[in-house]
């Protein structure tokens, strides 16, 4: 098992940055992949960025170039940078984290950040 705490939400104006934060309680390498993922009210959970154990990184067409994950092993901590922020931005952003145990994998989930960008 994993806890992910997730902090760094908040109200910002459109083309401002934050920078989510997300601490796993166990070593970063123990866990197969760690990301973020957002649900905008009335919209499915979507999948925004993730870096796996060997730091391969999948970013959303819609964020790239605008969002970077990245991860302080250090501090088994994934964060996500968030530059020039939209609107259409505004979501719950959770941090996911996936473990495997032989053949099966588990999903865990941080309790979500709110994120609101004012037009």
């Known amino acids: 098992q994993v806890q992910l705490v997730e902090s760094g939400g908040g109200l910002v104006q459109a083309g401002g940055s934050l920078r989510l934060s997300c601490a796993a309680s166990r070593s970063v390498f123990s866990i197969k992949a760690m990301g973020w993922y957002r649900q905008a009210p009335g919209k499915q959970r979507e999948l925004v960025a993730t870096m796996t154990s060997g730091s391969i990184t999948n970013t959303a067409d819609s964020v790239r170039g605008r969002f970077t994950i990245s991860r302080d092993n250090a501090k088994n901590t994934v964060y996500l940078q968030m530059n020039s922020l939209k609107p259409e931005d505004t979501a719950v952003y959770y941090c996911?984290?996936?473990?495997?145990?032989?053949?099966?994998?588990?999903?865990?989930w941080g309790q979500g950040t709110q994120v609101t960008v004012s037009s």
């Open positions: 996911n984290a996936r473990l495997v145990s032989g053949v099966y994998e588990y999903d865990y």
